[in-house]
Structure formats: C-alpha cells, structure tokens
DNA sequence: CCATAACCGAGACGGTACGTCTGGTCTTCAA
DNA sequence: TTGAAGACCAGACGTACCGTCTCGGTTATGG
C-alpha cells in the first residue's frame, strides 16, 4: 500500500536517515545516562541536534522513540549467550545467575527500572520486554528441545516458565534487591524438575 | 521512633491528620481514575482541597504519597484470601488463576501498570510490591509450613518461587497478555512438584 | 541596532504581533482596573489569552510590560492640550489646574500612584513620566519660546521648573490632597515671574 | 481613643516593647538593604526574631510597618539643618543642594524611591514624605518668616512652594537623573524672587 | 494564689503568584 | 516535502509569602 505508480517519484527531501539514527542514538544515550523519566523529546531533539517537530513528525510519543531504540537493540547492552554444555537446567541456572548479576549492578539496575517503566506505559516496549532481558526465542526453543528429548518434564508450560523467570529479574530489580549466588541455581531447579 | 530526644518538645501547630487523609485519599482516586504518570501534584492538592505546600511540606515527591497510600492500602483493592483446603498446590493454583483474571481486566491492568511504573522509581514502593500484589508474609508462611509438612520438596527456595509468580503476573500485565485459566495451575504444578 | 549581519536571517516562525498587542491591552485593562501592585503576569496572561510563557519570552518583569504599555499610550488616558492665548502664565496655570483636578479625582489619584509606584522600580517608566503626566516636549518648547519672547524671566531653568510642576503633581498624589483651584494659579506665579 | 473605661484595666500579659523595637529595626534594616517591594513580613519576623502573628496583631500590613518605622526615624538616615545665614535664599539653596546630592548617590536614590514606592500604597507614608525628605515644618516656618519680614514676595504660595521643591526631587529620584551643583540654586532663584 | 486573659515564638494551614520547564502544534525559511 | 529553528498555548513544577489559625508556654492582673 506504499507502492507508487510506477514513474513517480517521491517529491520533495526524503525522511532523513541520518536524522532517524540520530534520534535514536541520543534516546539510547540519555536513557541510560539518566532514565526513562528524566528522559524529554526536547533534551533527545537537542542531544541529536534535530528538531522537536522532526520527531513528532516520525514517532507518535516518547515511548515510541524508545521503542524503536529497544528494537534496534541500542537501548540495552547484549545479553550472554546460553551456554550449550548438554545439561539445560545448568545451562539455564548459569544465564539466569547472569541476568541476577546484571540487575544486581546499580547502573543497569536502573536500567532495567527504566525498561520496565517504558514497557508500563507503552504496549509495544512490554511485547519485547522477554526478547529484551535476554529470554529471546532461541532460549524459548532450547528448552522446548529438550523437554521433546526428555530432559524435561512433559507438561511444563514452557512459555509460562520463562514469563515467570523473567517476572523474577523484574520484582528483583522492582525491589532492588541482590541475590546470593545460589537463588538462580535453586529457582531453576524448582522450576523445571 | 518518631519519638523526640527528652527535654526537645514539639513547638507551633501540629500536623493536621484531616489534610494527610485527605491526600491519600485524593491520590488513591486520581491514581485508580487516571493512572499513574497523569497523576499530578497539583491534581492531589486540588482534589484534597489542600494546598500543594502542604504536599511538599511532609511527601518528598508524587511518588512518596503514592507510597504511602500504598501503604495504607487505599490504593488497590484488597487481594482474595487464600482458600485452605487441605491441598496447598490446590489452592495457590486458585490464588494465582484469581490474580490472573484480576489482571486480565483491562482496568485493573493498568492498575498494577501503573503500580509498577510507580515502584520503578521508587525504592519503597518496589519493596512493598509483592504484598500489594497479594503475595503476603501469610501466604509465604503457608507454603513454608507445607513444605515443612512434607508436601513439597524441601529443596524449594520459597522466597524465590513466590518472586517467580508475582513478577510472572506483572510480566503479564506489561505485556497485556491475556491468558488461559488453565495457566496458573499449570505453572503451579510446574514450580511445586 | 537589531539589524542582523547581512547574509544571516532569522529561522523559525515570527514574533505575533497579535500576542504583543492583546497583552498590551490586558495590562492597560488591568492597571487601570486593580493598580500597579494587584497586577500578576498570570493576570495578564489569563486576561490576554495568552501564555505566561510568551510574556517571560519578551519582557523581563511586569514593569517591563507596564512600561511598554505607557509608551504605546495604553495606560493612562491623554492629557489635556495646553491652551495658547498669548498668555504663558496664564495657559500654564490652565494646564497645571487641570492636572491637579485630575489627582484629585480619587479614581485618577490611584492611577497616577500607581504609576508612580511602577516608575519607583523600572527605569525607564521613571524617565517617561513627566510625558506620562502631560509635561510633554511641546510644552517645554513652549514655555521656552515665551522665555526667549522676553515674556518670563531669561534665568529661569526651563527643565528645572518643569520637573517641579511634575514633582508638585506627584507629591500631590501621593499625599492624596485635595486642592483649592487657586493653587495652580499661585505656584505658576511664583514659579514664573 | 484607645482609652478603655475608667476602672477597668487591661488583663493578661502587656504589649512587649523589645519586640516592637526589633521589628522596627529589622523593617528598616531590610528596608535599607533590599527595598521596599522585597521586604516581606515573613523576612521582618524571621530577622527580629518574632513570629509573624506578633506583627499581624499589631500592625494591618507591611506599609503600616513601614511607616511606624518612618515615624521613628529610623527608616531614612537624618537630614542636615537649613543653615541661617540670613540670606533665605542661600540658605533654601543650600538645603536643596544638599538633597539633590543626596538622591544623586545610587544607595540612597534607591531608598528614596523605595520610599515612593512605599507612600504610593500607603496615605500615611504619603502624608509624611515632606517631613521624611527633609522638608519639616521648622523649613516651611523658615520660608514663612521671611515672607513676613518682606524677604520674600507676599503672595507666594509657601506650602505649595515646598510641596513643589519636594517634588522636584522625588521626580528626580524616580528619573534616575543626576543633576548639575547649580540645579537647586536655579531653582529656588526662580521659585522665590 | 489561683483563674483568667492577653501576650509570645513557632509553625501548619489554604491560597495566590512566581519564574521555569516540557508537551505538543504551528509557522517560517532553506535545501 | 523535509528538516532546523523557534514561537505559540497549555499546564505542572517546586518555591516564596500571604494572612489566619492552632499550639504550648509566659506574664500580669484581679477575684
């Protein structure tokens, strides 16, 4: 539905590439530099050197733009990947203990309070909040294999499971509470017996 | 503890219990009509009829008040006990498959949004989620007691499960992700083997 | 002066002429209504329909808009011609007649005091008030034209006696004293003999 | 009038002079250092060490504490004597001189304009602005003497006369104007021929 | 020698206005 | 047509004072 008759041709400038990645570099910048609420379309406009009007233009609200940036996955440093050892309960205790880690560290603490408070407010920001917090479609799928193999019970609801493990890293952070080394290990291995 | 050193005495007019109602009360309204990032000082002041110096005079920020409404209990409707049949796996599968529903209407939905957007900026508010949620020392002193009954396995880290299934219904909530009733047995039966 | 450097233009859209001059209006409206020191920025802006913002924008204090409004000739209403018999002893004591009645007109008393109060804190009301009060340039000519006709004295100090014509009118308002009709008469003689 | 009938006698603890005293020097030590429109009632009890009630029962606003304070002395520093050479009209000379020196220097230009500013909101600040610039009855009975001693010509106006040189320099202060040494002895040269 | 009454410092209260900041829209000009 | 610049209306922010009102505590009479 965005096709053009053929021969015609867009008139006037085209949007602005530049201007796009701009945005999104100083939404990412200024959202981990002082968080989600601090955050304004004014500061973003100014710290991308573009206008106000450019990115209402483009973005219907603030959380949009941040859920652009989560999507071009500038928002949040990379998640470890799972390792592959041939035991999933370990490989799973290992990522989760990872994650614990993570949001054990004030910074991306408040990091991941901030996610959480765009993913409240904006729809699209909480669908990704799993992918985003590391528990992408590739875990998902890992641990359906080897339920399918027989490492794991049959009836665990996998997607339920990973929801709650994510839930755990979230009212961990919510609570800014730490964690002994060991809850991961023992979360996981209630979890998936 | 709020006691003062001996001889110090309290000097001029004392705090008005009329005015400090009257806020709570005003923001657990505007909190449950509107959300909570359209909650504003100005609105709580005028809708308490109080002057918004009176706000800033004992609440250091909108989300203080919101804390201590919470606090009170004004600002969530009060949580179904849980049943006692004998069956503990039984009745957490029927405490959660409540919480589900709750969160699965809309407006209740935003509620606990909001709720979570408020402790993502406020520490006191985040430690106090699991209760308002309905996970209660009580409810966790139960699955203690059954554990020590020897229902569940011993190894079970209670703490952390009960984590697990609040931050698997605010998962859900962020997500706006509506669910089957048979989830909350399912993941129940998958965490409490 | 607010010439730019060639080549450079001014960006982005225009002052509105239409917000200058209903804030104008409304001050006018609003000092003559309540007074200088009832008058708010959020009177005006509210009055004018216009955003605080716009007046912080382009003027640096309410007296800054008072003054502008005295120079547009909004604030107080025009003053009597002089008349010219041949006479200047006798037009000034016409003159200055009028303007004292004119204090003594409770309504108009308020005025002037309030004008005087704005002069007390902004500059360049201060400067504007002998014009402000009808003591225009056209009348130090005038009175200046009759000195060097031979008709007054060649050493009176034209600006001097002026000012204190102005002074005596001030100083009238502000005792808020009434006057016999043969004061102005008796001040012109022994000012100007 | 504040008499109370004959036999009865005021009960209760009697009117404090020391706090009288100190708000009167507290009002004109604030007076002095940031003019009357950012003297506030609250800086006047914080400064004399009162509560604000003390003032409020015993004075109806600020100009009223402003004006007791004006009354006493207290507000404006003295004015030196009218010398007696027994030439009048040196000696009015040299009184004016030395008040137009007086309002040439900033510090005190603001404090005479401070006190306009003041007299413009209360009548009887206003009604003692001759007297407080220096311009008392002793002066106008000076003037009046010499008129009678025929120094002067018989029909001039005296209290018009003052008002008008007491204008003069109040219009100066409020111009901001500075004067040449000659201004005041022009001045009564033509005032009083 | 109380009881009454008016004083005092302190400070909370409902309000108004301040001057600043941001949101979202609209206008102007250049490219 | 886009993008920068920036003015516009709107409205919340947090602060400063206003004038009124308790609150305990402190004098001074006068019954």
Redesign the interface.
């Known amino acids: 539905m965005t096709a053009r008759p053929a021969g015609s041709r867009p008139r006037g400038a085209v949007r602005s590439e530049a201007a796009r990645t701009s945005v999104l570099e100083a939404t990412a910048s200024l959202f981990a530099a002082r968080g ?2 601090h955050l304004t379309i004014e500061g973003i406009a100014s710290e991308a050197g573009v206008a106000k009007q450019t990115i209402y233009r483009w973005w219907t609200s603030k959380s949009a733009v941040v859920a652009e940036t989560l999507i071009e996955g500038m928002l949040l440093p990379g998640h470890p990947e799972v390792p592959e050892t041939g035991d999933i309960r370990a490989d799973l205790s290992t990522w989760l203990g990872q994650l614990f880690q993570f949001v054990d560290e004030p910074t991306h603490n408040a990091l991941v ?2 996610l ?2 765009a ?3 904006n ?1 699209s920001i ?2 990704r ?2 992918d985003a917090l590391g528990a992408t479609a590739t875990l998902t799928a890992r641990i359906e294999c080897a339920r399918e193999a027989g490492e794991l ?1 049959p ?3 996998v997607q ?2 990973v ?10 952070a ?3 509470a730490t964690t002994t080394p060991d ?1 991961a290990r ?2 996981i ?5």
């Open positions: 989600y609420d309070r901030s959480v408070a993913a409240a407010e729809e909480g669908e909040l799993n019970a009836e665990i609801p339920e499971v929801t709650a493990l994510v839930g755990a890293v979230v009212v961990r919510l609570r800014r809850a023992q979360l291995g209630a979890l998936l017996h």
